[in-house]
Nanobody, 127 residues
Framework: QVQLAESGGGLVQAGGSLRLSCAAS????????MGWFRQAPGKEREFVAT????????YYGDSVKGRFTISRNNAENMVYLQMGGLKPEDTAVYYC????????????????????WGQGTQVTVSS
């Protein structure tokens, strides 16, 4: 079992930066791939980024590639999403998600492959 809690969202101007944090509890964290997704009003949940259990591999959605960076600190049970070059279309609720711990080296990019979710944090980018 993994419990997740996001923080760090807020209002930022276009071109600005934010860092989202996800605090995880549960012994399985260190074996779990972790992902970030986002959902804007009226839209489906969208893949943003994922990182393998070791942090050795990272994958990004096309819309954020080159602007966002995912990282993790297994010693502190934390996952981060550094967002830069923010655009109004990045406005959404951002969710942290965890796969069940199984040392997966090919993490999923769809919501269905993730087993645990946080409550989300709102990010609003003004033009």
């Amino acid at each position: 079992q993994v419990q997740l809690a996001e923080s760090g969202g807020g209002l930022v101007q276009a071109g600005g930066s934010l860092r989202l944090s996800c605090a995880a509890s549960g012994r399985a964290f260190g074996a779990s791939s972790m992902g970030w997704f986002r959902q804007a009003p009226g839209k489906e949940r969208e893949f943003v980024a994922t990182i393998t259990w070791s942090g050795g591999s990272k994958y990004y959605g096309d819309s954020v590639k080159g602007r966002f960076t995912i990282s993790r600190n297994n010693a502190e049970n934390m996952v981060y999403l550094q967002m830069g070059g923010l655009k109004p279309e990045d406005t959404a609720v951002y969710y942290c998600a965890a796969e069940k711990g199984r040392f997966n080296t090919q993490p999923g990019v769809t919501p269905a492959t993730y087993d645990y979710w946080g409550q989300g944090t709102q990010v609003t980018v003004s033009s």
